[in-house]
């Protein structure tokens, strides 16, 4: 996985590295700066449209950290393993 760890990028709604709560993720997050809150989306399926959300996170929360915003990602294809 590659992301950008960079501290000066402004939050946009992406695919993020975060840690909550003394675990770390990669979800999908949408930002909603009116409401202070972040919404934590699980995405399962290639159509984004598709995302489960799984938990809304104050923005501000101790517990809530950015590590970076997904870049790209390298993985094994595992659908042509059982042909």
Known sequence: MFFDGSQE???????????????????RLRFEPLENKVMVYSVQKPDLREAELVRTIDADSNEFHIFG???????????????
């Open 9 to 27: 990028q402004m939050p946009d709604d992406g695919i993020y590295v975060f840690g909550f709560a003394g675990d770390a993720y990669c979800k």
């Open 69 to 83: 915003r997904v870049l790209a990602w390298l993985h094994e294809n595992t659908i042509l393993q059982g042909m």
